[in-house]
């Protein structure tokens, strides 16, 4: 049972525009919720995060939106860069747990020159 | 800084055969783990560490055996390989209590 869902495994955006790569869950007890970027032949990385008590978190190009009635959180590129080529993963984690993730499959984003 | 590193980068595995994939870490992270990412399912957690001397299953936890001995080296054991272990291994860690992972660049294994 997934309880962090990425429903579009692939996306392609045009150099300069914007990206919006989209997440739901379904456990209403995370209450912190995170960005990794992944390059091929690499680990994962840190993206950007959001905690529940915000609906926005913005670093740069990037900015992170959380609606917990929908239960659904976005991250936003803008603009786009050839360099933001990579897999994006969606996690969440609650309180207690040893703050275990729990990670969405991952979306593919291309941005093409 | 090294951050986390793991050995080897690649490693093929005849069936049956044992083997150990490294992972160190020098930022003093309580936190340790270990994932297997395959295509279409994530990354999925086999076991983890809050400590030296600590250590709990993940969601994939069979097949694979870990020990957490000091704070910085979380070896993950392969007791007798399987096809179904082909994968790419990923170690991470993390301050005690926080999410924010490092993770090393990761182990590709195949068995055949």
């Known amino acids: ?113 | 800084n090294a951050g986390v590193t793991q050995t080897p980068k690649f490693q093929v595995l005849k069936t049956g055969q044992s083997m150990t994939l490294q992972c160190a870490q020098d930022m003093n992270h309580e936190y340790m783990s270990w994932y297997r990412q395959d295509p279409g399912m994530g990354l999925r957690l086999i076991h983890y560490s809050v400590g030296a001397g600590i250590t709990d299953q993940g969601e994939v936890p069979n097949g694979y055996n870990v020990s957490r001995s000091t704070t910085e080296d979380f070896p993950l054991r392969l007791l007798s390989a399987a096809p179904s272990q082909t994968s790419v291994y990923f170690c991470a860690s993390s301050k005690s209590g926080t999410p924010l992972y490092t993770f090393g660049s990761g182990t590709r294994l195949t068995v055949v």
């Open chain 1, 1 to 113: 049972d997934q309880q962090v869902k990425q429903n579009s495994p692939s996306l392609s955006v045009q150099e300069g525009r914007i990206s919006i790569l989209n997440c739901d869950y379904t456990n209403s007890m995370f209450d912190y919720f995170l960005w990794y970027k992944k390059y091929p032949a690499e680990g994962p990385t840190f993206l950007i995060s959001i905690s529940s008590i915000k609906d926005k978190n913005e670093d740069g190009r990037f900015t992170v939106f959380l609606n917990k009635s929908a239960k659904h959180l976005s991250l936003h590129i803008v603009p786009s860069q050839p360099g933001d080529s990579a897999v994006y993963f969606c996690a969440a984690t609650r309180a207690g747990n040893n703050r275990k993730l729990i990670w969405g499959l991952g979306t593919s984003l291309a941005v093409n020159p």
